[in-house]
T-cell receptor, first 111, second 114 residues
Framework: GQQLNQSPQSMFIQEGEDVSMNCTSSSIFNTWLWYKQDPGEGPVLLIALYKAGELTSNGRLTAQFGITRKDSFLNISASIPSDVGIYFCAGYTGANSKLTFGKGITLSVRP | DGGITQSPKYLFRKEGQNVTLSCEQNLNHDAMYWYRQDPGQGLRLIYYSQIVNDFQKGDIAEGYSVSREKKESFPLTVTSAQKNPTAFYLC?????????????FGDGTRLSIL
C-alpha cells in the first residue's frame, strides 16, 4: 500500500528559529494534509493542499504541495514553545482511497 | 460548539472483558472513523463508516467491533479477542468519505490493561 515517509523522527530547535519538515512517498497523492498533535490530545488540522504546486499559509505555518505530487513540505517560522508537538502528514491517492498517515515528527523547542 | 467528543478520556480493561469507547459528533458529518495510535507509529485504521447503518473494516479490525445506528454516534467495542488493546484510540469524522475530505479528530481515549 501507499506509505508516507517522515524523517527524522525527532527535531530539536531553538525558540525563534525556522524549521522545515517534509513528507515523501513513492506514490502520487491528490491531497496533502498536515496535522499537529499535542500530548494526550487528538490531531488538529493545520493546512490542507489540493493542487500540485499549491502554497498555503496559516499564520507562521506554510505548506506546499510538491510539483511531482509525491511530496509535501511544512515550514514553521519564528518557532515558539507552543509549537512543540507531533506533526503528521497525511494524504489521499484517489477520490475513494483511505487517508494515509506518516509516522509523524516530534518537534521540541528550546527556550 | 461543534466538534467530536470521545469518552471516557481514560479506560481500563480487565482480562476477558469487552469495553466500549464512545464517539459523538455534532458536525453533521456522514463519515466516521476509528484509529489506533501506538507510540512512534502513525495512525492505523480500525473501522470506518460512510453512512448510517453501514461500516467497513479497516487495516486492523480483528478484535474490534462497531455500530452506526445514528449519524452522530460511532461507538467502538474492544473485545476480549483483542490481545494487545493498550493504545490511544482516536475517532474522526469527515463531511463525506470521498472527494479528498479532511478528517477532524476527537481528543482520544487511552485504554490500558489492568
Amino acid at each position: 500500500g501507499q506509505q508516507l515517509n517522515q524523517s527524522p523522527q525527532s527535531m530539536f530547535i531553538q525558540e525563534g528559529e525556522d524549521v522545515s519538515m517534509n513528507c515523501t512517498s513513492s506514490s502520487i497523492f491528490n491531497t496533502w494534509l498536515w496535522y499537529k498533535q499535542d500530548p494526550g490530545e487528538g490531531p488538529v488540522l493545520l493546512i490542507a493542499l489540493y493542487k500540485a504546486g499549491e502554497l498555503t499559509s496559516n499564520g507562521r505555518l506554510t505548506a506546499q504541495f510538491g510539483i511531482t505530487r509525491k511530496d509535501s513540505f511544512l515550514n514553521i517560522s519564528a518557532s515558539i514553545p507552543s509549537d512543540v508537538g507531533i506533526y503528521f502528514c497525511a494524504g489521499y491517492t484517489g477520490a475513494n482511497s483511505k487517508l494515509t498517515f506518516g509516522k509523524g515528527i516530534t518537534l521540541s523547542v528550546r527556550p | 460548539d461543534g466538534g467530536i467528543t470521545q469518552s471516557p478520556k481514560y479506560l481500563f480493561r480487565k482480562e476477558g472483558q469487552n469495553v466500549t469507547l464512545s464517539c459523538e459528533q455534532n458536525l453533521n458529518h456522514d463519515a466516521m472513523y476509528w484509529y489506533r495510535q501506538d507510540p512512534g507509529q502513525g495512525l492505523r485504521l480500525i473501522y470506518y463508516s460512510q453512512i448510517v447503518n453501514d461500516f467497513q473494516k479497516g487495516d486492523i479490525a480483528e478484535g474490534y467491533s462497531v455500530s452506526r445506528e445514528k449519524k452522530e454516534s460511532f461507538p467502538l467495542t474492544v473485545t476480549s479477542a483483542q490481545k494487545n488493546p493498550t493504545a490511544f484510540y482516536l475517532c474522526a469524522s469527515s463531511i463525506t468519505s470521498g472527494a479528498y475530505q479532511p478528517q477532524h479528530f476527537g481528543d482520544g481515549t487511552r485504554l490500558s490493561i489492568l
